[in-house]
């Protein structure tokens, strides 16, 4: 008897579980359309120069027109470059932008959209020395196939910021 139940509430559990997915097609919204300039490969770009020997990454359309697929070089210094894949999406049930970051170091990190004011950042939360520091990354379309990545970091839970980097990245396909 005890297994009939609880084969009964698996059963339940799993009919609940896909019941319960969104099964409706995809809607383009404004939101869902903020990448739109996306696809293509990015180079790092200072002084108004194209460092091709520096970072880059590479991005494709994805599964659905708001998903992405993003295959990154970082070069950290003079010895160290790193390689990445990541995955930048719309989540039509929760209406935001979802990132995941794959590296061959291997970090697995997953990343929630929230927008601030026109633009989308993605925001996690690290523990770093016992202390809990939100991070949050945005990547803001400028003129002329220009992309502005910064990121900045915050101790009390984003009432304030400090900024760890801006960068530019120029599409060059």
């Not at 291997?106 to 996690?124: H, N, T």
Request: glycine share 4%.
């Amino acid at each position: 008897m005890k297994h009939f139940l609880l084969a009964t509430f698996l059963m339940v559990l799993e009919l609940n579980l896909v019941l319960s997915q969104d099964a409706d097609q995809f809607a383009e919204t404004v939101d869902s359309k903020y990448y739109d300039f996306w696809e293509g490969t990015w180079f790092k770009y200072e002084n108004g120069e194209i460092d091709t020997s520096g970072t880059y990454f590479k991005v494709k359309r994805g599964i659905h027109p708001a998903a992405f697929q993003e295959n990154w070089r970082l070069v950290i210094d003079s010895t160290t470059t790193l390689y990445a894949t990541a995955v930048r999406a719309w989540d039509k049930t929760d209406t935001k932008w979802r990132y995941v970051w794959i590296s061959e170091d291997s970090l697995f990190q997953v990343w929630d959209g929230v927008k601030v004011d026109e633009d989308w950042y993605i925001y996690k939360t690290f523990k770093i020395n016992g202390e809990h520091i939100l991070s949050r990354q945005a990547w803001l379309p400028q003129k002329d196939d220009l992309v502005l990545r910064t990121s900045e970091w915050s101790k009390d839970n984003g009432k304030s910021w400090k900024l760890r980097f801006k960068e530019y990245y120029k599409k060059i396909d």
